[in-house]
């Protein structure tokens, strides 16, 4: 029991990661526990979503290594050379995180609902009725009970995001990766979808969160991290990351934030 | 008039066996090519490069061709390869290929059109490569690809009439045939001509509908 919980649901150990001969992560290490919200904040370019985009394999990787759960995920050995895993494996281990994107990214042919029952079904292999059973009352947690049946191009970007929402919690993953989720959205339909995280967070999911949005990040995180061109600059609670005693990049950094 | 009616009601059982034979060639053709054009389709997408380069030769040779061209081919070369082919299985053997080329090249189209964070969604849930591309990628592509599809349809109608030149019975060869027997040249060749145009129309209709649908959804 105290070793489950005092072990690391996320481990990133030394992530090396380019685009061509373009290094764009350069060793990042960075931990999370179960129940923890980390979000990570950095200037434009400073690899955030590149790293989200490694923890749920949507990218390779060339250096370091990702343990989600105690499970090295992504690669493995054979024959004493380092391997990309297969595609199934490699599906299993995406299955155990769930992603939200910036710009939502719902399937356009399905419903509301059926984009939420997809992965149950498919992924999950859940009977039809238990899958829409479930499916329907994530839709209702995130506020849109009475749009079940509509498609994304009838819904709001607000509500789309929190469909999108809804598809990735309703997999019941071990860790969460938002990436700037409300930054294609209307000013006046932020507060919708980050109250929608707050009730998550306050639920005891675990959380990895890219965001702008430095109030809400203060808020609801328990642990900032700060990231500049490519590595882990600076990582500590709200308080600290947000108060006075920073360096003078994190200061500038916050500063042209609007912070 | 009374005179070609006279003279279509003597042939109307010739007439009507090679419509009949028409519309079957180009079922089958349109079913054969949809097969080939999605393992094309797909393929020009997602195969490694070095996998690619034969679709990408079938496509190019395909397109290149007068139709033709490809039924004469069809006839002639299995024969020379000691393969018995009828003339009509190698005139469905040519416009199969034919619409596999074209029907490949607008799938390929449709899947590349769609936007990246589709496929990105899908693996973030854990969707498999099959799963991805049955439920996600294909359902879109098909939509975005089927007004081009009934169109490759209507073409294969028309092309079918080509294979009278490899003797295969079916519409215009009967109606040829009928010609050679009452010399009304002009007034069956309408005919033929309108029944042709029929089934494009119909065809057309259908496709269109179906588009609305899929548009207003
Ligand atoms: N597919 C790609 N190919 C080449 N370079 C890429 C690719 N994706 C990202 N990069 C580069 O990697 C670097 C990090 O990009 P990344 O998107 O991770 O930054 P970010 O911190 O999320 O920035 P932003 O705040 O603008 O979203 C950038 O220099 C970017 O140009
Ligand atoms: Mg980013």
Redesign the interface.
């Known amino acids: 029991m105290s070793d489950a919980a005092a072990r690391p649901l996320l481990e990133i150990r030394g992530l090396k990661k380019s685009f061509g001969d373009v290094e764009v992560l350069k060793g990042v290490d960075l931990a999370v526990r179960p129940s923890e919200v980390v979000t990570i904040i950095g200037s434009s370019g400073s690899g955030k979503t590149t790293l989200l985009r490694c923890v ?3 990218e390779e990787f060339q250096g370091g290594a990702i343990v989600l759960d105690g499970e090295t995920i992504g690669y493995g050995e054979a024959g004493g050379r380092r391997r990309r895993l297969r ?2 494996e ?3 281990q ?2 155990m ?3 939200v ?1 910036q ?1 939502f ?5 399905l419903s509301a609902l059926g984009n939420v029952m ?2 149950l079904r ?2 999950r292999r859940m009977a039809k009725d238990e899958a829409r059973t479930l499916a329907a009352d994530w839709l209702n947690r995130v506020g849109l009970g009475n749009r079940l049946d509509n ?1 994304p191009s009838q819904l709001s970007g607000g509500q789309q995001q929190r469909v ?1 929402i809804a ?2 919690l309703a ?1 019941n993953p071990k860790l969460v990766l938002l990436d700037e989720i409300t930054s294609a959205l209307d000013p006046e339909l932020v507060q919708e979808v980050l109250s929608v995280i707050r009730r998550i967070a306050a639920d005891g999911a675990t959380l990895l969160i890219v965001t702008h949005e430095m109030r809400f990040a203060r808020e609801v995180s328990d642990r900032i991290v700060f990231m500049e061109k490519g590595r882990i600059a600076e990582e500590g609670p709200p308080s600290e990351i947000f108060g006075a005693a920073r360096s003078a990049r994190l200061a500038e950094f916050l500063r042209n934030s609007g912070h | 008039m009374d005179a070609f009616l006279a003279q279509l009601w003597i042939a109307r059982w010739p007439l009507f066996d090679g419509f009949l034979l028409t519309i079957g060639i180009s079922v089958a053709a349109i079913v054969l090519g949809t097969l080939v054009g999605a393992v094309v389709g797909i393929s020009l997408v997602f195969a490694p490069k070095l996998a690619r380069l034969p679709f990408v030769v079938y496509v190019d040779v395909m397109r290149g061709t007068p139709v033709l061209v490809l039924i004469l081919a069809a006839f002639y070369i299995p024969a020379v390869l000691g393969l018995s082919l009828s003339a009509t299985q190698a005139g469905v053997l040519a416009l199969a290929l034919f619409a596999g080329a074209h029907i490949g090249e607008l799938l390929r189209g449709a899947l590349q059109a769609i ?1 990246p ?2 496929a ?10 099959p ?1 991805l591309l049955a ?2 990628l294909l ?2 592509a098909v ?1 975005m690809a089927l007004p081009p599809w009934i169109n490759t349809g209507v073409e294969l109608i028309k092309g079918s009439s080509l294979l009278s030149m490899i003797g295969v019975g079916e519409l215009l060869l009967r109606t040829q045939e009928v010609i050679g027997r009452n010399f009304m040249t002009i007034q069956f060749y309408v005919f033929a001509g309108l029944a042709y145009l029929l089934v494009n129309v119909v065809l057309d209709t259908i496709g269109r509908t179906i588009e609305r649908r899929l548009g207003t ?1």
């Open positions: 749920n394999l949507l595609d199934a490699l599906s299993r995406r299955a995180t769930g992603m994107f710009s990214n719902l399937f356009p042919h997809l992965g498919k992924v498609v999108a598809r990735a997999m | 936007p964070g589709q990105e969604a899908g693996r973030a849930i854990g969707l498999t490569f799963q439920h996600v359902p879109q939509r959804r």
